[in-house]
């Protein structure tokens, strides 16, 4: 069976032109990076398209689910002196 899409890819795009090739919002030049701390520092949407008038609660949402998408593929490692019985050097 094949996997489907996820739905940022129809929002979020990545092009070494538009801001070197940060993941920004399709048809824009608001990087990912940028909803997302706007976000961090205000969850009011209305201030973020206040001040971001062509995004929309549909960019929002697939920037949200870009970035769990590379928090889910991250790899994690504890820190060394987390794992049991592991000293440090």
């Not at 092009?15 to 399709?26: A, C, T």
């Not at 940028?34 to 205000?42: E, I, M, N, P």
């Not at 490692?77 to 019985?85: I, K, N, T």
């Amino acid at each position: 069976m094949a996997k489907e899409q996820p739905m940022y890819q129809h929002r979020i795009t990545i092009d070494p032109e538009v801001l070197v090739g940060k993941p920004v919002v399709k048809g824009t030049r608001i990087p990912v990076e940028l909803v997302l701390k706007r976000l961090a520092q205000d969850l009011n949407l209305k201030t973020l398209f206040e001040a971001y008038p062509r995004l929309t609660e549909e960019d929002v949402k697939a920037c949200l689910e870009y970035a769990q998408a590379l928090v889910e593929g991250e790899e994690v490692y504890p820190a060394l002196g987390q794992v049991p019985g592991a000293t440090a050097a």
